[in-house]
């Protein structure tokens, strides 16, 4: 059976900042008889009034451009598969990135090439406008859908999570120290929002010219998955995976769900920007292209 995607995404600037810097982009495409490819973004700008909103433009800018690729036509006889035991499993939570060495696929080394272009971009701004955007950075979360398969990669605090089976699983690593130490099992992953740290990323976009971005096993999509890549707006609000889980299994529609996620993290405070998008597999008939930012 072919697979169906359907897509929703919402932005905020919350309840105390008049400025968003948050930004997310998607495109996809899907036709009656093939599985259908797809490009997800979330960026959070950081370094402080409009260098943040510069850093997270520029980010996904970055990476819609290098993204293009996708939705080219290919020689699928050329294209690299991903065998079976190299896929992601919900058992297997503290082994789930992957090198370039190990697996040597085209999406991988799309996702891998464009972090580091987006890195390079912001990095090269800075230097060159230092009055204005000296100390600018931004989060990214990706997620490129292909032939069935969904793989992410990450640098800073942006979060993408997978819904399967009343199940909510974090894909990704904080670029913390909590994050670090959620990853080696030495703090729980909901303590995170409380921890002291948690707002000093070790990694993000901007800041060093050589960064190595998070690539994750891919994941084989199933029916009835749900994808979520969000800012940290939302889980620093909304402070459990518990909760985020129940709210992911409340609503079964997406553009709901999505004005849901975001009510809830103002209702619980709405400090910082909060982006959501959502993509949910699903059987339904769609076709054509979308692209939205």
């Known amino acids: 059976m072919v697979i169906r995607l359907q897509v929703a995404s919402l932005s905020d600037p919350g309840k105390l900042r008049s400025l968003n810097e948050d930004r997310f982009y998607f495109k996809y495409i899907q036709a009656s008889d093939q599985e259908p490819v797809g490009l997800f973004v979330v960026a959070d700008g950081l370094g402080g009034y409009l260098a943040g909103e510069v850093a997270s433009h520029w980010a996904i ?41 190990s697996l040597n696929t085209d999406t991988f080394h799309l996702i891998s090439y464009a972090i580091k272009k987006a890195n390079e971009v912001l990095v090269n701004y800075a230097q060159q406008k230092p009055r204005e955007a000296g100390g600018m950075g931004s989060t990214i979360v990706l997620c490129v859908i292909q032939d069935g398969l969904a793989t992410v990669g990450s640098l800073g605090d942006s979060r993408a999570y997978l819904w399967r089976q009343n199940r909510l699983h974090q894909i990704t690593t904080d670029h913390t120290i909590p994050g670090e130490l959620a990853a080696r099992g030495q703090l729980s992953l909901d303590k995170i929002p409380s921890h002291p740290q948690r707002h000093v990323l070790q990694r993000c976009l901007g800041r060093h010219i ?76 769609l076709g054509g292209p979308v692209d939205a930012d």
């Open 210 to 285: 050589v960064m190595e971005p998070d690539i994750f096993r891919p994941i084989k999509l199933e029916m009835n998955d749900r994808l979520l890549l969000c800012s940290d707006g939302l889980w620093n609000m909304v402070r459990t995976n518990r909760q985020i889980g129940e709210l992911m299994g409340q609503e079964p529609d997406a553009d709901k769900l999505v004005h849901r996620l975001v009510q809830e993290a103002n209702n619980a405070g709405g400090e910082d920007n909060v982006t959501v998008l959502v993509i949910d597999v699903t059987c339904d008939p």
């Open 61 to 101: 800018e970055t990476v819609k451009r290098e993204g293009n690729d996708l939705f080219r036509p290919h020689d699928l006889s050329e294209t690299k598969r991903v065998r079976a035991q190299e896929l992601w499993e919900m058992s297997d939570l503290n082994n789930r990135t992957v090198s370039m060495q």
